[in-house]
């Protein structure tokens, strides 16, 4: 589908090129409709909500070409997303705010919840979006309402509920970049009390990275599908039952490692002037090599089994309703979910082979082609299963308005891990040896909260909100884990040119199998008091303070042990100065809000400097302070404009971090092991990072949007266009403020063009996305000795592709 590129290139000129012949044409003031969010868990105006909130729709979806959660971060500044090496090792913050962790055991800092049901862990929260009605994003703490692990806010999905009518469409997109996308809905009544929906999607995307190894996968490729339905019970007036399932199955090559930049060569190995990344990344052929270093496009991996990466997970829900009388509701959420994952990473990012010692370094992978040992099963396989149950009471009153309600879950989750080592040379073995090991850790998670929240209606002007909400938890943790093996180039000796491997100094020390169990529990509280004012028609002022907190994290990664099992659970204490206003005859919408907020012992993962052993700890706090703007314009009746922008100074307190590869004492590297100052240069392993920059937060980011509809009187069809831009910040990745390791600041432009029926039967639309063709990554590390310096990860949004969506309705 390549040839598709130009020809896309060209109309999408040509349109714009209409676009602007046609022009904005004076209209009067348009007016903004009015929208229903659930972030109180009951139905309310946006505008009437004391929290800062984001909301897509199902338009801005489409107007966006919004089709996975990944890309959410690109709609909403305050949000972003961290890539990883599967679904598991992702990360969303929200105002600076995450779990940053890419191990099993942590629960999340933003919770996903999905029709009232909060998803277990942040690898579940990568999937498409398939059929969604809003998306809200709220920010700042949520404890109250959505429980633990809220510390920086809520992602908040509704999905269409089945018709009274018969309705539904099909759908179809195309890219220039290989992606084949099919949607379709069917929805209707079955009986007088009964309607029901099925919403489908299969999804085929061609790997972004390309893999120059002859007859090797690319990586970042897709091929998914999934389904939901719902059947919508009227039992009587005032009881209604929603049941509904869903199902998805993919196969991925979600994220390998790109080197980005080699390790400084080593003092005459291999020889003067050669590198051995280089080598390696060339498979031999060091000016091959740095070719593939230089695009971030490009990999060279022989192992055919590194895009074998694979997860499903399954779910079903009841959702009851009884309406009691005009003012008294209860409301039951029962779930059940399962969520399985299996990843194979080619951990050393290369094309090493056994006949050449791997190009003189270790080779560092799950079972795969590149690995001696056959008794190691593919990959990392992942799974949790959970049961969650919620009851609520809600009463609307004249004065009051509350809900109180208790909360349940049991939650299991497991992780095994196979490895393989391949030491090219070593003294003690006289040759080259495979070493592997595989663990076998899980942890159990029971919790039970009860909560209250209400609203005191003071005057007709005048609000009082407070909430509060107790919870206990149980975990226990059961380890069956060898210790991974720590190497890296210092007990280098000398590189074999003959041969083409290294000698090592020194043996590897053997491994530690770590066995047993442990348990911990843990009693805490969240909570938020505030005001609302109504000062003048359609414009309030809140101000809130909140607490929230995620649960203890256990550490089921692969170095966990019994001395340590247990994290610290993190709290997060905020305070909030909003406005929501409505101006020019309600066509304009201007909401803002101005925010400090302390989290205590952050929960987080760390890359061990020169190895490929994570550790989990809890690493300091953050103190944060910051300011969101949103706005909507509805210029004229076809016309809307948005922007929003969001503005963070987000430090990180209390932390010390190993030093980053050639960081010196001058550059900060003045910690011993112990904690201490110290000026002895070969004393110095850590750095102290109070002050820091929060990971991956910019300081400054913004959208903003256009979206027009031109009428065509003569024709049976109008055409809607939409612009968006997004812009961010620079970033820095790593807690140790590596400055290799610093995303620069970029911006993407956004495009979309439809051709719509007036009666809204069908709908083809022309659509681009990063249209200005800039290059970013979405998290960059380093693993000297065993990956790169730097090494990254790279989304499809970091390279413009286009694209064509064919949708009809029939109703």
Request: glycine share 8%; net charge negative.
């Amino acid at each position: 589908m390549a040839h598709m590129k130009p020809r896309i290139k060209q109309l999408i000129g040509l349109s714009g090129c209409l676009t602007l012949s046609l022009g904005v044409a004076e209209h009067a003031l348009g007016q903004l409709e009015e929208v229903m969010v659930t972030a109180q868990k009951r139905e309310q105006n946006l505008q009437d909500v004391p929290i800062s909130i984001s909301v897509l729709t199902a338009e801005n979806l489409d107007q966006q070409s919004i089709t996975e959660t990944v890309s959410l971060a690109q709609a909403v500044p305050s949000l972003n997303f961290q890539a990883g090496f599967a679904p598991s090792s992702t990360n969303f913050n929200i105002r600076g705010v995450a779990s940053y962790t890419f191990e099993g055991g942590i629960q999340p800092s933003v919770a996903m919840v999905v029709d009232g049901v909060s998803l277990a862990r942040a690898g579940e929260f990568i999937s498409e979006l398939a059929d969604v009605e809003r998306i809200e994003v709220l920010r700042g703490p949520q404890g109250t309402l959505f429980g633990r692990n809220t510390t920086a806010g809520a992602i908040n999905i509704t999905t269409r509920r089945p018709s009274t009518e018969l309705e539904g469409y099909v759908e179809a997109s195309f890219t220039d970049d290989d992606e084949q996308l099919y949607r379709a809905r069917l929805s209707g009544p079955l009986t007088e009390t009964a309607a029901g929906s099925l919403n489908v999607f299969y999804q085929d995307r061609k790997g972004h990275l390309k893999n120059i190894y002859p007859g090797g996968d690319d990586g970042g490729g897709i091929e998914s599908w999934g389904a939901r339905a719902q059947l919508d019970l009227n039992f009587s007036d005032s009881v209604n039952l929603l049941l509904s399932g869903d199902y998805r199955d993919a196969e991925h090559g979600l994220s390998p490692q790109v080197t980005l930049v080699a390790e400084p060569s080593l003092d005459g190995i291999p020889a003067p002037g050669l590198n051995l990344r280089e080598i390696q990344q060339g498979d031999g052929d060091p000016a091959l090599g740095q070719r593939v270093i230089d695009d971030m496009f490009k990999i060279n991996l022989n192992d055919k089994d590194f895009a074998e990466q694979e997860l499903d997970s399954w779910g079903l829900s009841a959702h009851l309703t009884w309406e009691i009388d005009e003012t008294l509701r209860f409301v039951s959420i029962s779930a059940y979910r399962e969520w399985h994952e299996a990843v194979n990473p080619d951990i050393d990012s290369g094309p090493g082979q056994l006949s050449n010692g791997g190009y003189g370094l270790p080779i560092a992978l799950a079972h795969t082609s590149n690995t001696p040992s056959s008794n190691i099963p593919l990959s990392r396989p992942f799974e949790n299963e959970y049961f969650t149950q919620e009851f609520r009471l809600e009463q609307t009153g004249q004065s009051l308005d509350w809900t109180a309600g208790v909360f349940y879950t049991d939650f299991e989750e497991n992780v095994k891990e196979g490895f393989a080592l391949y030491i090219p040379f070593d003294p003690a073995f006289g040759e080259g040896y495979t070493t592997s090991v595989q663990t076998d850790n899980t942890d159990e998670l029971t919790a039970f909260s009860a909560f209250f929240d209400g609203t005191y209606h003071v005057s007709d002007t005048l609000d009082i909100y407070g909430g509060y909400r107790w919870t206990y938890e149980e975990v226990d943790v059961s380890y069956d884990s060898p210790t991974y093996l720590v190497l890296d180039s210092a007990g280098v000796s000398e590189f074999d040119l003959d041969n083409n491997i290294v000698n090592f100094t020194d043996p590897v020390p053997p491994a530690v199998h770590t066995v047993g169990e442990a348990d911990a529990d843990h009693t805490d509280w969240s909570a938020r008091l505030g005001a609302s004012w109504q000062f003048m028609d359609s414009s309030n002022l809140y101000a809130t303070v909140s607490r929230s907190f995620v649960g203890i994290g256990a550490d089921i990664s692969r170095t966990g042990n019994l001395d340590a099992a247990f994290l610290e659970p993190t709290t997060a204490e905020a305070v909030e100065f909003g406005m929501k206003t409505m101006l020019l005859d309600d066509s304009l919408q201007l909401n803002g809000a101005v925010f400090w907020q302390d989290v205590e012992d952050l929960q987080t993962s760390a890359l061990l400097p020169g190895t490929i052993q994570t550790v989990n700890l809890n690493a300091g706090d953050l103190d944060i302070f910051g300011v969101e703007v949103d706005a909507i314009w509805a210029y004229s009746d076809y016309g809307r404009i948005s922007a929003a922008v969001t503005y963070l100074d987000a430090e990180v307190r209390d932390l010390l971090q190993p030093c980053w590869p050639g960081q010196t004492i001058e550059t900060g590297c003045n910690i011993d092991v112990n904690g201490s100052p110290v000026t002895d240069p070969d004393a110095a392993v850590q750095t102290d990072m109070d002050g820091s920059d929060a990971p991956n937060t910019p300081e400054l980011a913004y959208n903003i949007g256009i979206s027009h509809i031109f009428p065509l009187d003569n024709l049976s069809f109008d055409i809607h266009g939409s612009v968006n831009y997004v812009w961010q910040d620079e970033v820095n990745f790593p807690l140790n403020g590596d400055p290799l390791l610093v995303q620069d600041s970029f911006g993407l432009l956004n495009f979309s063009l439809s051709m719509v029926d007036k009666e809204d039967r069908y709908e083809v639309t022309l659509f681009g996305r990063n249209i200005n063709d800039e290059e970013f990554y979405s998290d960059s590390s380093e693993s000297s000795g065993f990956i790169a310096r730097q090494y990254v990860r790279v989304t499809r949004g970091a390279q413009s592709f286009y694209g064509v969506r064919l949708k009809y309705n029939f109703m």
